[in-house]
């Protein structure tokens, strides 16, 4: 399947480290080689980074891995593909306008017969059921919150009724980010971890790799990560809850809700591990 990463902080954070050893899984020490994403928020706005080659060999994963961006949100994608070819319009993470602000998106599992009616606002550029779904929780809150955008808790609760109705049609881990707060929905697998004072030291799993946060952190920092599996050996990751949507906000959790998960799509989850 695919791989999620995403990074919530109180305070402008690089990602180095986690993507370090995140982006290995794209072809070194995991199979995810079918394209590769990250994106930085500032404010409204974000930098987007995107490859159809895996995040092992691409110069743009390189790139970013050497570039310490420091951002309160960043969402990274590394892609097996099922639904569309390796092209470059189908590597998440995707981006589209909503209320003035960029919202950026990443998913990882496999919607089946997924064909909802999109009004022309939002439409796809590629082929996969990960944009289609995006363009349809984009349409669904533009269309219930029509003139601004609402408090977040109110975001949060409405994105739980859109989440509902997709989870029908399959797996839906993802992350959705709009520069204020980061959304995430597990339908399989995810993990997070909260690193907040007094920082420790932490080790990746997937390279070689040890960081002592104390060295590089403030009483003010903290930092909450969400990852499809564990990044660190060595530090206390928490599972989700399958159906479970989290809100995350200067680095803390603030909002939890279950979606449920229909029985159905449960049984097939547990034998489709795939993603688009």
Request: charged share 20%.
């Amino acid at each position: 399947m695919c791989q999620l990463l995403g990074m919530n902080c109180a305070t402008p954070t690089d990602i180095t480290f986690s993507l370090t050893g995140f982006a290995a899984r794209g072809g070194v020490t995991d199979h995810h080689a079918d394209g590769f994403g990250v994106a930085f928020f500032e404010e409204k706005a974000c930098r987007l980074f995107i490859d159809n080659a895996s995040s092992a060999t691409s110069p743009v994963a390189e790139l970013v891995k050497r570039y310490p961006i420091k951002s309160k949100n960043v969402i990274s994608h590394i892609r097996k593909a099922t639904q569309g070819p390796v092209l470059l319009e189908n590597c998440h993470p995707f981006m589209r306008e909503l209320w003035g602000r960029h919202w950026i998106f990443a998913h990882n599992g496999d919607l089946k017969t997924f064909q909802p009616f999109l009004g022309g606002v939002y439409q796809p550029v590629g082929d996969t059921d990960s944009e289609l779904a995006f363009c349809t929780i984009m349409q669904a809150l533009r269309k219930r919150f029509p003139g601004s955008q609402p408090p977040l808790n109110e975001l949060f609760h409405a994105l739980a009724d859109i989440t509902r109705e997709i989870t029908l049609h399959g797996v839906f881990n993802y992350l959705l980010c709009n520069g204020q707060a980061l959304f995430a929905h597990c339908s399989t697998n995810l993990y997070y971890i909260v690193r907040e004072w007094p920082f420790s030291t932490a080790h990746l799993i997937d390279a070689d790799m040890t960081i002592d946060f104390a060295q590089v952190t403030t009483e003010d920092d903290r930092v909450a990560v969400i990852a499809t599996a564990p990044l660190t050996d060595d530090e206390v990751w928490t599972r989700f809850e399958p159906g479970e949507l989290l809100m995350f906000r200067d680095g803390k959790l603030e909002l939890r809700t279950i979606v449920p998960i229909p029985e159905s799509v449960r049984l097939a989850n547990a034998a489709n591990t795939a993603c688009t």
